[in-house]
């Protein structure tokens, strides 16, 4: 396993393990907090650096569930409101997110198709949650380690620094277990 690999596990561990409502006031439950989420967002802004220049933040994971913002400051368009590419980014990254800290980094996520209904604008920052059961995780393991491949559906509400519901997304992936061929199913 490749020191980053391990650095993402490990920081993805103490994130899941910590508690997401601690203040300032238990600091060193604090710290393993914010110092394990400091480290996955840096890391993934070194894999992918226009999610760090857009202002994308990993705001929580645990097994099964990941929840991601997006800043407002940046990312605005000729009217005022989020730009459609901030969207689509914040609704994209925590899938392979989620797939590399709840399967390995062995499953490379593949986004194949997403899909964004707008039904408002946003004028303030937008999160967004996703979450999958244990057991559709241990079927795509499962299945990509019989195949090589598997697939899944994120659908995700997101929404302003109000709560309201101002755009869903729909996300296709597929994972690749690397090593393995795949073996064909009938559909791409």
Do not use: C
Not at 33 to 54: K, V
Not at 60 to 86: D, T
């Amino acid at each position: 396993m490749t020191l980053v690999n391990r650095m993402m596990e490990l920081a993805g561990q103490w994130a899941a393990e910590s508690d997401n409502t601690v203040s300032i006031t238990q600091p060193l439950a604090w710290l393993r907090r914010t110092s394990s989420y400091i480290a996955i967002n840096r890391m993934i802004g070194l894999a992918i650096p226009f999610t760090r220049r857009n202002g994308f933040w990993l705001e929580a994971l645990s097994p099964g569930y990941v929840r991601a913002s997006i800043a407002l400051r940046g990312n605005r368009n000729h009217f005022g409101s989020l730009y459609a590419g901030a969207f689509f980014l914040v609704a994209e990254i925590p899938g392979g997110v989620m797939t590399l800290f709840d399967l390995g980094p062995e499953y490379i996520p593949i986004l194949k198709e997403m899909t964004l209904k707008y039904h408002q604008p946003a004028r303030s920052d937008v999160t967004v949650e996703f979450s999958i059961s244990a057991s559709q995780l241990a079927a795509l393991r499962e299945e990509a380690d019989r195949t090589g491949k598997a697939a899944f559906t994120l659908e995700g509400q997101l929404v302003d620094a109000a709560g309201e519901h101002v755009a869903t997304s729909v996300a296709q992936y597929r994972i690749r277990k690397q090593g393995t061929a795949p073996v064909p199913t009938g559909s791409g």
